[in-house]
């Protein structure tokens, strides 16, 4: 067809090709049973915690679709990209390679970029019509009177596409140095637990080893879970998704001598590691969840912004601590972005902190700034930030007995409404369990009975 | 005043190719000239393919160079010149025969301008495709996918077209239809360098051809040519190769 741009050309092939993949249509089949599980448990437990059928509710301002809903549906995607989806990917190169398209296309006016990016566009709409069981979960969510806060969905729906774009360069990458199918496979997978790995070894020992663990898909799913956006996350995690095409496209590219291969390799890696330390660099972080969970109230960040030297925490608390989680999240996680620095050394030495000898200062944080120090055992907020004004010799903003701060206008994240929701999931099941699979099917059949 | 010789269309000059310890090519030389039937002949494992992928650029050579039309042809370059056909791929094989042809035609929307390409239409009844044109590719028998294949080579409008072992999988009848086919092509500006383990077909297919063994180069020329080289004062294809290896 004349007039049609050769790039459009490229794309149809790569749908085409997506749509013939029997992994796609596999994906497709299980991504609906396996998010509705994933709704349909979470609207139980919502419910249940909103007290449905008269029974004892939680307090409603814990109550949050982010964490009660959103988060688990979702969950269902986090499963599908690490396991289905990169055999997806994998099979849009290694099936050009095994069968000698590769070569004939290697021949042809357009370029391996060209055609790599049609591939990962191809990869990505394919993604987004397998989030369609995701988008109905919203739909029926709202339809069941649910809240919905359009900055923390579209902020979680940004993290799983970029989970999605990490995966794709990963396995692309392992189908392009691979000899076939399989090794791509077993190579990607092997990335995957490598950084479960690396998340579970780095997990509360502070230093470059958790900043690096920190960029995991996992870390850095969470974080997006958590309602926050961070610039860092973005930047790095999009980096190392294209860098996994860059790498394909050095290896597809036919006719270089594995010695010129490896040298560009090596010299992407150098680019890549240069950008990632500057990704990592970025200090900006947005917190969008409803409830600003992620931040201390307006007073309080007033307060701490008065602060001008950088803050040094050392913390006697082993990675298996609950504490530790706490302090990191809610106290550490939160001064890291309002004040210029925060570096943090965790000196417990064993792993779950019940074998710490008697000397070791287990259960102790220190605060050292300006030359001061202070001791706290506390995790809880008020405490800690009552501690840091004391130690910075900064007036700590007003609170009423109540424990809210009085700026006007303000509200503390616990007092915010809460969205309790006491339904039954009607209807969910029918659509995951039987309908989206039976649609899938009868498309499936349907497309490959035509073609055949 | 004498008259310039214009350059080959394509010459290739000491060009080796080892893999690990043994060599497939070893300081093969030869040259292509414009609008010649240019066969490559040589028993498997000779290094015919390895010799292709090396001109395509699809394979780094240890050493040796290309030119075309008395230019240094680099490898990455080469596609703008030329095309090879490899021989026993099934590319896309979920997708309709039609399809992959207009994909081929789409991608060479812009040629060049080197010569003019036939439409699928013509293509198709050439090699009798019509029947199959919806047939995905991967049903197709090795004939009907070897047909599939040629034309689309013969789709692409590079002014030089190497494909590799074009006849295999054919029928009598196929192959001689198929070599009439493609003896019209260089009619329409086109080179054609095929490789051809049937010395037979080769003997009646090439205008000149180059005798490939152990990844040498060991005799080139019209088929009296070859002959005196070998020193025979008659003899077919076969006999000559024999009494040059």
Known sequence: ?452 | MPIETPPPLLSAKAISKRFGPNFALRNTAFSVRENEVLGLIGPNGSGKTTLFECLAGLLPTDSGEVAFRGRALAPAHRKQSLFYLPDGIRPWAAQPVYWILSFFEALYTKPSGHGVRPSITDLAAALKLEALMKSRVGSLSKGEAKRVLLALGLLTPHPLLLLDEPFDGLDFRQTRDVMALLRSVPLAGRTLFVSIHQLVDAARMCDRLVLLSRGQVVGEGTLPELRAQAGLAEGGLEEIFLALT
């Open chain 1, 1 to 452: 067809m004349p007039g049609v741009p050769r790039f459009a050309w490229l794309l149809s092939k790569e749908f085409r090709e997506l749509l013939a993949s029997r992994a796609f249509w596999l994906l497709l089949l299980m991504i609906g049973p396996l998010a509705g599980h994933g709704f349909i448990t979470a609207v139980d437990i919502y419910a249940e915690a909103s007290g449905i059928h008269g029974g004892p509710a939680a307090l409603s301002q814990g109550l949050s679709p982010l964490d009660g809903m959103l988060v688990p549906t979702f969950g269902a995607y986090d499963l599908a990209v690490t396991l289905l989806f990169p055999f997806v990917a994998i099979r849009l190169i290694s099936a050009e390679k095994a069968s000698g398209a590769w070569k004939l296309m290697l021949q042809s006016p357009a370029s391996v970029a060209a055609m790599l990016a049609a591939k990962c566009i191809a990869l990505l709409a394919g993604w987004l019509l397998a989030w369609t069981p995701g988008f109905a979960a919203l739909v029926l969510w709202k339809l069941y009177g649910g809240s919905l806060y359009a900055p923390e969905v579209l902020n979680l729906l940004l993290g799983h596409l970029l989970r999605v774009v990490l995966s794709a360069g990963v396995a692309v990458a392992a189908a392009a140095i691979a000899t076939g199918a399989a090794s791509a496979a077993i190579a990607t997978l092997g990335f995957i637990v490598g950084t479960w790995a690396l998340d579970f070894i780095a997990a509360g020992r502070g230093g470059w080893l958790q900043k690096l663990a920190s960029y995991t898909p996992a870390s850095g799913l969470r974080i997006f879970e958590q309602g926050l956006l961070r610039g860092s996350t973005v930047a790095v995690t999009l980096t190392l998704g294209i860098a996994g095409f860059a790498l394909a496209g050095i290896w597809l590219t036919e006719g270089r001598r594995l010695s010129t291969r490896l040298v560009r390799s090596a010299g992407l890696a150098l680019l890549l590691a240069l950008t990632l330390w500057g990704g990592s660099l970025l200090r900006g972080t947005w917190d969008v969840s409803e409830n600003r969970r992620n931040s201390f109230p307006v007073a309080d960040e007033a307060a701490l912004r008065q602060i001008r030297q950088p803050l040094a925490v050392t913390v006697f608390l082993s990675p298996e601590d609950p504490r530790l989680m706490d302090l990191d999240r809610n106290i550490l996680g939160k001064l890291s972005r309002i004040l210029p620095a925060v570096n943090v050394t965790y000196a417990a030495h064993t792993r779950s902190g019940l074998f710490e000898a008697a000397g070791d200062h287990y259960g102790e944080v220190w605060y050292h700034l300006a030359g001061r120090q202070a001791m706290s055992r506390s995790t809880t907020e008020p405490i800690v930030l009552d501690t840091l004004y004391q130690l910075a010799r900064v007036p700590p903003p007003v609170r009423a007995e109540t424990g809210s701060v009085t700026a006007a206008g303000e509200f503390p994240a616990w007092r915010t409404a809460g969205h309790p929701l006491a339904v039954e999931p009607r209807g969910a099941a029918w659509l995951y369990y039987a309908l989206w699979p039976l649609a899938v099917v009868a498309a499936g059949w349907m497309y490959f009975r035509i073609r055949s």
